[in-house]
């Protein structure tokens, strides 16, 4: 069965601090993807990333960065130099290829809370 | 504009009464997701379907019920068995092939039972 797990309930920076979310998940498929949102007071979840498994490169976009490991089965999120308007949760989930196409759903873990203070 | 519209914003419903929770999306997605949340607990799977006219049951659907008889909507039916059913709903849409590739979330249905 597949597992997500963000050990870090809560985290608390000063702006322009950097700040890596952790991410850490279980599967027994060789085929699976990977994803990050956010979910700001409004509710909605944004899209920040996908990552299939086939791809470990890491990836920059602004002051976001991503670092996949599969040997430790990781998917870390470092924001740099953090501002006010990132505070949000920040939720990791995991998404496998699955059997016959049978199984085709995303399984989050318990999410990030991130406040970032001015 | 495509997307995912749930409606309502915000429901209240009494005790002993089942309620209806609309989600509709015109992105030409085969999938479609309800999921609960709850402070603390993340998001977890209620109901899923991958076509239409078929749907499998999540981690915690026991309370809950769906139908999906069109590809655009995928409605949830609260009922009066779910023990506790004040928390934040949200329904999602994919694009399956492979594992879900691309998942994207209505802005959600804050529940609360008075």
């Known amino acids: 069965a597949q597992k997500v797990t963000q050990a870090q309930t809560e985290i608390s920076v000063v702006e322009k601090e950097d700040v890596t979310l952790d991410c850490v998940y279980e599967t027994r498929d060789t085929t699976y993807y990977l994803f990050w949102y956010k979910q700001p007071p409004s509710g909605e979840l944004v899209f920040l990333i996908r990552?299939?498994?086939?791809?470990?490169q890491n990836e920059i976009s602004g002051r976001y960065s991503w670092n996949f490991q599969k040997s430790t089965s990781s998917f870390n999120f470092t924001i740099t130099a953090s501002q006010v308007v990132d505070s949000a949760v920040y939720f990791c989930?995991?998404?496998?290829?699955?059997?016959?196409?049978?199984?085709?759903?995303?399984?989050f873990g318990k999410g990030t809370l991130l406040t970032v203070n001015p | 504009d495509g997307g995912i519209t749930q409606s309502p914003k915000y429901l209240f419903r009494k005790e002993g009464q089942n309620v209806t929770l609309s989600c509709e999306q015109n992105l030409n997605h085969d999938a479609m997701y309800w999921y609960r949340q709850d402070p603390g607990q993340g998001l977890r799977l209620i109901y899923y379907s991958q076509i239409v006219n078929d749907f499998q049951k999540g981690d915690i659907a026991e309370g809950y019920s769906v139908s999906r008889e069109k590809k655009e909507s995928f409605p949830l039916t609260v009922t009066s068995a779910q023990k506790n059913p004040t928390a934040f709903y949200l329904c999602?849409?994919?694009?399956?092939?492979?594992?879900?590739?691309?998942?994207?979330f209505g802005q959600g249905t804050r529940l609360t039972v008075v």
């Open positions: 990552r299939n498994s086939f791809d470990e």
């Open positions: 989930a995991l998404s496998e290829a699955g059997s016959g196409g049978s199984n085709y759903k995303l399984t």
């Open positions: 999602a849409s994919g694009s399956p092939g492979q594992g879900l590739r691309e998942a994207f």
